[in-house]
Each structure stands twice: as C-alpha cells, then as structure tokens.
C-alpha cells in the first residue's frame, strides 16, 4: 500500500511538473522524478550556469555565449538525498532556484527562488557612484581597500533595501581601488581605477 501512495505521489509530480519562471528568461522545470530542465532565452555572452550542493560545491558550470535559447537537463538519480541550487548569473544578477532530492524524487520549493541582484558601480570624474539593491533584506558589509590595502571605508551591517552612495576620489592617488559587497554568503568585487 505504501508503495502505491508513493508512486500516485511520483505521477502527480510527473503530472503537474513544477515550474519556477524568473522573468520569463529562466525557467526550472521538473520533467521526471530525478530530472530537473533548465531553460534559458535571450542568454548573453558570458552568462553563466551553475549547479550547486548545500554546501556551495559545485557540481556543474558552464560559461555560455550568446544564443537566443539554451537547454541543459540535470539528472539528479545519482547524487545523494538533499537540497541542491540552480543558479543563473549575468551581467546585473544572480538567480537561484532550490531543488529538493529524497527518495521520492526532485521537486521545487514553493516560492523560494531569489533574485540577487550585483552592484552597480560607475565613475565619473573621479567620482564613484555606487548602488546596490538588497532584495533579501539581508545585512550588507562594505569594503574599499586602495591597491597596496589600506582600508579606506567600511560600513557594517548596513540593512537598507537600496544602499546608494558616492565617494569623492579626486584628492586620492592614482591607481586601482577594489569594493567588496558581502552580503551573507556571497561576495561581490569590483574594481575601479582612478
């Protein structure tokens, strides 16, 4: 009897394939008890796709070129039971989409994928303007260190949802300077030359 709750439980996953359509570009797609298909439109040069475990290992990635669509099939029959991240990168974000693998088979978390997006920085007259949107609320650590790495700022926990500010270089030497965005566990880099 069990087995019978199992497999109508297996073929109403089949039936209803889950689908997680980020802005209509990515789309995460459960075709099978152990497949997940992922599809991407519009992909441009240098996006990337990865496939993470719960620990941030990395289980696949690739670096895309420019095409109008892209397809990749994940077959997950062979890996061990637990949580494992879709994750979309281009020039502005990151998208991640979790898939759940147990006995049953792989399925989406209603409702849990996120979009991160990078920050943004331009100079202009030696002037560095920033902006970066916390779509997660999550605090946010800022860092500038100049290129021999003197720390020149550094902002703590900072929880605003759109964190802008611009910083005045023009009385600072000449050279690179790197700006870290740490918000929980990722970090983002950038680097400015003046």
Known sequence: MKRVINL????????????????????????????????LTKVEKGEKLFLKDYNGQVLFNVTLD????????????????GVYFVETESIYEVKVTPVLKNKKGVSLISDSAVTIFKPQV??????????????????????????EWHLLEEIKGNDEKIFKRTYDFTKMPK??????????????????SI
């Open 175 to 192: 050279g690179e300077y790197q700006l870290y965005f740490v918000l929980r566990d990722r970090t983002f880099l950038r680097k400015v």
């Open 8 to 39: 109508c439980l297996l073929a109403i996953i089949i039936a209803t394939s889950s689908i997680a359509n980020a802005a209509g570009r990515v789309s995460v797609e459960i075709t099978n008890s152990s497949m997940v298909t992922v599809s």
């Open 122 to 147: 331009r100079v202009d007259n030696k002037k560095v303007k920033i902006m970066f949107t916390n779509t997660e609320k999550s605090p946010l650590n800022f860092i500038i260190y100049d290129k």
């Open 66 to 81: 420019a095409v109008p669509n892209y397809q990749k099939y994940f077959n997950l029959s062979e890996v061990e039971d």
